[in-house]
């Protein structure tokens, strides 16, 4: 069993938080244990919690057409949540839950190594930079180099879909994020 299948096993078992109480299932991450890129979210939502997998609603459909649009293909990049328990309602996760998830998604980040590490939306920015004062729509499709990882703050594709003049910066950011990738290579 690789280390990523281990924490997700812990993941599916876990009892850290209240979280656990209303989960459907817990939601690990999916994607290949050598990828380059790594999204990571804010949390589970009902259809995620149904599956057990990050990103297979609207919100997740629209990053699986961004993706494409800088070609990128959905299977090549590691795709997980700052929480891996949906919250109620689909809340912001609180601070003691994502606390509570915190060593998982570090140990995937040390499992994975990625060359580039994705945030999707402001939940996911402030905590793995540690920094409650970052604004994603000011940093949206940058490059930040943060405790020796590089980081593409992005804003979150579900603010597309419940805000149509989200939609151009959001695609803005992915358009910035497919050049950072050109770069790269």
């Known amino acids: 069993m690789s280390v990523l299948e281990e924490i997700a096993e812990q993941i599916r078992g876990c009892t850290r938080c209240r979280l656990c109480e209303g989960r459907t299932q817990a939601v690990p991450g999916v994607g290949p244990e050598d990828a380059e890129i790594m999204f990571i979210g804010e949390a589970p939502g009902r259809d995620e919690d149904t599956q057990g997998e990050p990103f297979v609603g609207p919100a997740g459909q629209m990053l699986t057409q961004l993706l494409a649009g800088i070609g990128v293909d959905r299977g090549d990049v590691y795709i997980t949540n700052i929480c891996k328990c949906r919250p109620p309602s689909n809340r912001t996760p609180r601070p003691d839950e994502v606390e509570a998830c915190r060593e998982y998604l570090d140990g995937q980040i ?76």
């Open 110 to 185: 040390a499992a994975i190594r990625p060359t580039l590490i994705c945030t999707l939306g402001a939940p996911a920015l402030k905590t793995l930079l540690d920094d409650a004062t970052l604004s994603v729509m000011k940093l949206n499709g940058t490059v930040l180099e943060r405790h020796h990882l590089t980081f593409v703050p992005l804003i979150h594709p579900a603010a597309g879909l419940h805000q149509d003049r989200m939609r151009q910066p959001i695609q803005d950011g992915f358009r910035r994020l497919g050049e950072i990738l050109t770069e790269l290579r």
